[in-house]
C-alpha cells in the first residue's frame, strides 16, 4: 500500500528528528506538568502525534522529486492524468487526500470546534503554504494539491463530529480517561503494527 511506502520510504532520514523531538517534548511536558496540573495520557499521546505527523507532512511535501518546478492552476488538469486504481492514482490522488485527513481531524480536536468551515479554512491556509514552499524549492504549485489536500481535511474534520457525536452516546466508563487512555494506546500500537508491517504472529 502506498501508505506503507511512504513510511518505509521516510523512516531512514527521519527517525533522528522524530526521537529527539519526541524526548524535548515529552520532557518538557513532564516538566510543565510536574505539580498540581493534571496528567492526561490519552490528551498527551494525541498531542505527540500532532507533532510528529507535522514533522512527517514537512517531510513528504518538501523531500521527493524536487527536480523542475511549475505552477498548475487549472483545476482537474492533474487529476485526470491517472487511470483509477493504478499507482500513481493512488499516490497522487488518494495520497494526497489522506495526506490532509489527520490535519483537519486536529485541528478540529484542538479548537474544540464542529463549524466545519472554520477548520477548512485552516486547512486551506496551510496547504496553500506548502504548495507555495513547494514552488520556491523546485517543485510544482498545484491546485489540484490544494483541492485534494482541502478534501482531506474535511474529512478529517467530519470523522472528528462524527465521533464526538459516537461519545456523547456511550456509556459513562467508556468516556473516562482510564478507557481512553487504553483506547489510544491500543491504536498506536496497531498503527505501528500496520505502518512497520510487523506479522505479531511470528513472535507467538
Known sequence: ???????????????????????????????????????VLHKELMALVFIIYILCLYYVVTSQDINYGGINLIPFKEMFRYDIGSYKFMKNIIGNILLFVPYGFFSSYYLNNRKIGTNVLLCLIATFCIESIQYYIGRVFDIDDIMLNVLGGFIGCLLYVALTAIKGKLPRFMKSDGFLNFLFILIIILGIIFGFNINIFSYI
Not at 500500500?1 to 529527539?20: A, H, N
Open 1 to 39: 500500500m502506498v501508505v506503507k511506502e511512504v513510511i518505509k520510504e521516510m523512516l531512514p532520514s527521519m527517525w533522528p528528528l522524530i526521537v529527539f523531538v519526541s524526548v524535548v517534548a515529552i520532557s518538557l511536558r513532564i516538566a510543565f506538568l510536574k505539580g498540581s496540573r493534571k496528567f
